[in-house]
């Protein structure tokens, strides 16, 4: 999300907010990203929508405005209205999806929406506009871009159906690019010197050729293919020629890009996520923000045979920052314990490995829920009173790392260490935990 200067939240219909959802919206607000709301399996049964757009306001604090309506929902589903148009666009139960043009109407008491939708649900949704007619709240682009408003669309992904009504909505209320913090204060982006930050790395994107893109996030300037920049954190000068625009599968060769815009570099072996690429060596754009890890299990290779593959696969899904691999202290056996935000980064891992490596995998749960960063590195874990069940492990960069089993201990050993503090990340890229 350090890329992007406005998301799209995906919500279930039929469940409502999930804990995911939850945490991927306090980084947006914590960055103060506008929101946009996409309500999608409307062709399946759902919550009631109102109840729905409560409970964005109620658990989220943020205020909706619905950009269209849904006609009907499940097996009723007919399509959406368009509030501001006074469109109609129909829905057509077609795999895949189906173009059908909107329908321009005066309001909903038209023929047309009346004959296609169930007496009682066009009622209901007749009742609905009404209220947010007269008593909800307008469109306010400057709520929006604060992260206090989000525009809300309805629609079925899996249809593509109301996807393109988001897109439309999207570029034309999204903020431009804005500028990004770093060491030097802000970058902005009518700066005239280029700069910009690796944000994802992806491994084998062409299985052919078992390839490897840097993804690169133009910050300021104007990128153009063969020029030369710094990488910041070695100091190295270099050319980036092999630069591509990709889509899924698809790339083609990129000559140029803007602020705001995603380069793929591919073949550079030394870039990790966080790295400055700039004209000008002494900008070094902020750490990215990370998730705090809440699930741990061992990965075992269990085919000797296979070691080459297993090493060189794990260590380019980790150079990724798919998962973060700690190693237990005193420990002879390399097995390394990875650290993920949810259980569904291992079953991506193991796949990944068997998949494009050809090394199989065992996993271990174990039981640990959360992890706390040592801030000074000076300190003697031995020295330290450790509840029951506490590990300690060292990360990738040295650093010890507490491994809690609950939040009671946690909150004892806070207790009975307050002098030591302790962060949910490395210490370079969080302040400490209270």
């Given at each position: 999300m350090t890329a992007v200067d406005a998301v799209v939240m995906v919500i279930d219909a039929a469940k409502g907010i999930e804990t995911q959802t939850r945490k991927l919206f306090e980084v947006c607000r914590n960055r103060g990203l506008p929101?946009?709301?996409?309500?999608?399996?409307?062709?399946?049964?759902?919550?009631?929508?109102?109840?729905?757009?409560?409970?964005?306001?109620?658990?989220?604090?943020?205020?909706?405005?619905?950009?269209?309506?849904?006609?009907?929902?499940?097996?009723?589903?007919?399509?959406?209205?368009?509030?501001?148009k006074k469109e109609v666009h129909l829905f057509e139960r077609v795999q895949g999806g189906a173009f059908r043009a909107p329908v321009t109407v005066a309001d909903l008491s038209d023929p047309l929406v009346k004959g296609v939708m169930d007496p009682a649900a066009y009622a209901k949704t007749v009742e609905e506009l009404a209220m947010h007619d007269g008593a909800g709240a307008a469109f306010d682009p400057g709520q929006v871009f604060a992260g206090d408003m989000t525009p809300v669309y309805w629609g079925s992904a899996l249809n593509n159906f109301g996807v393109q009504l988001l897109l439309d909505g999207f570029l034309a209320h999204a903020p431009a690019p804005g500028p990004r913090r770093s060491t030097n204060g802000s970058v902005s982006p009518e700066g005239e010197l280029f700069s910009g930050f690796i944000f994802k790395i992806q491994a084998n994107m062409d299985p052919r050729h078992r390839d490897r893109v840097a993804f690169l996030r133009v910050c300021s300037g104007r990128f153009q293919r063969d020029m030369p920049v710094t990488h910041v954190p070695t100091g190295r000068r270099l050319k980036l020629s092999n630069s591509h625009k990709l889509f899924g599968q698809d790339r083609e060769i990129l000559e140029e890009a803007w602020p705001g815009d995603v380069i793929g570099l591919v073949g550079h072996e030394g870039f990790r996520i966080g790295d400055t690429l700039a004209e000008?060596?002494?900008?070094?754009?902020?750490?990215?923000?990370?998730?705090?890890?809440?699930?741990?299990?061992?990965?075992?290779?269990?085919?000797?045979?296979?070691?080459?593959?297993?090493?060189?696969?794990?260590?380019?899904?980790?150079?990724?920052?798919?998962?973060?691999?700690?190693?237990?202290?005193?420990?002879?056996?390399?097995?390394?314990?990875?650290?993920?935000?949810?259980?569904?980064?291992?079953?991506?891992?193991?796949y990944r490995l068997e998949s494009e490596y050809g090394a199989e995998s065992r996993l271990e749960p174990a039981s640990w829920v959360l992890a706390r960063w040592i801030a000074d590195p000076a300190t003697d874990v031995d020295s330290l009173a450790l509840p029951s069940g506490v590990g300690v492990a060292r990360d990738a960069r040295d650093r010890t790392v507490l491994l809690f089993p609950n939040d009671w201990s946690l909150q004892y050993f806070e207790k009975r260490h307050p002098g030591t503090a302790l962060f949910a990340f490395p210490p370079t890229e969080q302040e400490a935990v209270k």
């Open positions: 929101i946009f709301t996409f309500m999608n399996k409307c062709d399946h049964p759902t919550l009631d929508p109102l109840e729905l757009l409560d409970r964005i306001e109620r658990e989220l604090q943020l205020h909706t405005v619905p950009m269209n309506w849904p006609l009907g929902t499940g097996q009723d589903f007919r399509g959406v209205f368009d509030r501001a000008d060596p002494s900008v070094v754009f902020n750490d990215i923000p990370k998730f705090s890890p809440e699930c741990f299990a061992f990965l075992h290779n269990p085919n000797t045979g296979k070691y080459k593959q297993f090493r060189t696969g794990l260590e380019h899904l980790l150079n990724e920052g798919l998962v973060t691999a700690l190693y237990m202290k005193n420990n002879p056996n390399p097995t390394p314990l990875l650290a993920a935000v949810g259980p569904l980064q291992f079953e991506v891992v193991q």
